[in-house]
């Protein structure tokens, strides 16, 4: 009989732990770029992140920052590099979107994208991060 309410014991506890595990968001990013050329010479980079909280639970002050393009390749031409929000629900979805102009000819190999969210039983954030530009 004791082995028996030992091994319901263990049951609980590990139902508790994976409810608990599965009562939390799960944010999913996605980074786009597109290029364009609007006349001979010049190129623009436009950029779009779209996040969805896949989890159970609501993402808060969720960050976007996207600020590892040089200023001296690259010269932002509507947007911003970067986005807070106050929180991504369940199911929902968010997208951030900026424009960049080239400065100069050549390749870049851009740096991730970081997201950056706060889970109501974490203390520490959550961290994210989404490749960037190969080259241009």
Not at 13 to 36: E, M
Request: glycine fraction near 6%; include cysteine.
């Amino acid at each position: 009989m004791a082995r028996c309410l030992a091994l319901v014991a263990l049951l609980v506890l590990g139902l508790a732990a994976a409810a608990s595990a599965a009562d939390a968001p799960f944010v999913v990013a996605h980074k786009k770029i597109s290029l364009s050329r609007p006349k001979p010479g010049v190129e623009r980079v436009a950029v779009s992140l779209d996040l969805y909280n896949q989890g159970s639970a609501t993402a808060y002050d969720v960050s976007i920052n996207d600020d590892s393009w040089p200023t001296e390749v690259f010269e932002l031409v509507t947007g911003e590099k970067s986005k807070t929000l106050e929180r991504l629900d369940p199911g929902a979805t968010a997208s951030h979107t900026y424009v960049l102009e080239t400065k100069t000819q050549g390749r870049f190999q851009g740096s991730p994208a970081i997201i950056t969210y706060r889970v109501p039983t974490k203390t520490a954030l959550q961290r994210r991060s989404l490749n960037g530009l190969r080259g241009l």
